[in-house]
């Protein structure tokens, strides 16, 4: 199954996208992906409307979100019931792990405020994967401390592309062992049944994705005001 676990869409209400979750859907399906998921932060995007539209064009969605907890970003997929758990803070994500959710650390050694750098060890034991970001090359590679830990500590790696362009699919993503069917996937994640594909970016690609992500940042800030 190829699967990519990190989406964002227009739908999200912190970061300027100029995609609906429908064109990312076209996109990821275009791509030859069986399954996605959108984790716009803090909300989640899906329903029933929105996966009818992937199925008929192969597609199984995934629902999930882009949590802030203590400050840090946090993946959480399938979550009971479908709705986001009210917790704010790293220490309760205890309180939710296991069953039919995957709780995954994003980008964790990335130099944003928000990504869980030394928080990952801390609260390692509630993570069942660690993201292998797209955003790198030869020469800058801050998934090289993730892989270590993940080695270290036994936990699956997972590829995946925080797509803010639709350009960003397929330069990352994930092979899962697994029946096209959420709990096969969210079992064989967990179960390390994961294989990471990945193209290092070039240079002129990496600061198209830097002034993007600035400019998306000037834009998000103006449209609030």
């Known amino acids: 199954m190829k699967v ?38 803090d909300i989640i995007t899906n329903n029933s409307e ?12 995934i629902p999930g979100a882009e949590l802030t907890l203590s400050g840090k970003h946090v993946l959480l997929l399938n979550p009971e019931g479908g709705v986001i ?5 790293l220490e309760e994500l205890a309180e939710i792990k296991g069953g ?32 292998f970001s797209f955003f790198y090359n030869h020469f800058l590679n801050c998934n090289r401390k993730a892989i270590q830990i993940a080695q270290r500590h036994g936990k699956p790696l997972v590829g995946n592309s925080d797509c803010h362009n639709l350009w960003q699919l397929g330069f990352t993503y994930t092979l899962v062992e697994a029946e096209k069917s959420i709990p096969s996937i969210v079992s064989a994640v967990k179960g390390g049944k994961t294989e990471v594909v990945t193209s290092p970016l070039p240079v002129w690609v990496m600061a198209r ?17």
């Open 4 to 41: 990519d676990l990190h989406a964002h869409s227009a739908e999200d209400p912190k970061d300027y996208i100029n995609f609906s979750a429908r064109k990312l859907i076209d996109r990821a399906a275009e791509l030859g992906f069986d399954a996605l998921a959108i984790t716009n932060h």
């Open 50 to 61: 929105l996966e009818d539209y992937a199925a008929l064009r192969g597609l199984l969605l």
């Open 85 to 89: 758990p009210k917790i704010k803070f």
């Open 100 to 131: 039919s959710s995957l709780v995954i650390a994003p980008h964790p050694y990335y130099p944003g405020l928000k990504c869980l750098r030394s928080k990952l060890e801390t609260h390692l034991s509630v993570f069942d994967a660690i993201e």
């Open 209 to 225: 994705v830097a002034l993007n992500f600035a400019l998306g940042d000037r834009l998000k800030v103006h449209l609030r005001v």
